[in-house]
């Protein structure tokens, strides 16, 4: 969608306008707290594990970025940043198939790492089905 600059020719009812995509976007690259916990609740996690799961995935991301900025001023930095990072897209990826188990979207393990590997796209679309309920299945 955003090589066609947020405005697909095969657009549906539902799709967002280009404005809520890129909000989405933004806030899903700096503070992917409250779309993580919206997509926990449209799986059936109740609120507060929801919360966490968005305080650990937030965390992560920032410890993420954290220690690629500190690159150089400790002992294997770089290691512990791309650890960091691998475990958010092993929890964005997680969320991702229990979505689309619940939802009945076709897809596989694979799909799900490499669409989580660009996670502020991925938490992006998760958001928006999330928040459409089970009107797109």
């Known amino acids: ?23 989405a976007f933004v806030k899903s690259f700096v503070f992917p707290f409250d779309a993580v916990k919206k997509i926990k609740v449209a799986v059936g996690t109740e609120e507060k594990v929801a919360m966490l799961n968005g305080a650990v995935v937030t965390g992560l991301l920032w410890t993420w970025f954290g220690c690629l900025c500190a690159t150089g001023t400790g002992y294997n930095t770089t290691t512990i940043a ?5 475990i958010m897209i092993f929890c964005i990826a997680s969320m991702r198939r229990e979505l ?20 502020p796209f991925a938490l992006a679309q998760l958001e928006h089905e999330a928040e459409n309920d089970s009107k797109l299945a």
Not at 5 to 16: C, F, V
Not at 109 to 114: T, V
Request: net charge negative; proline share 4%.
């Open 1 to 23: 969608d955003f090589l066609e600059a947020y405005n697909p020719e095969t657009a549906t009812a539902s799709a967002p306008d280009a404005k809520t995509r890129v909000i």
């Open 100 to 119: 689309r188990e619940k939802r009945n979207v076709i897809g596989n393990w694979f799909e799900d790492y490499c669409c989580a590997a660009a996670y």
């Open 82 to 86: 791309w650890t960091m990072y691998f």
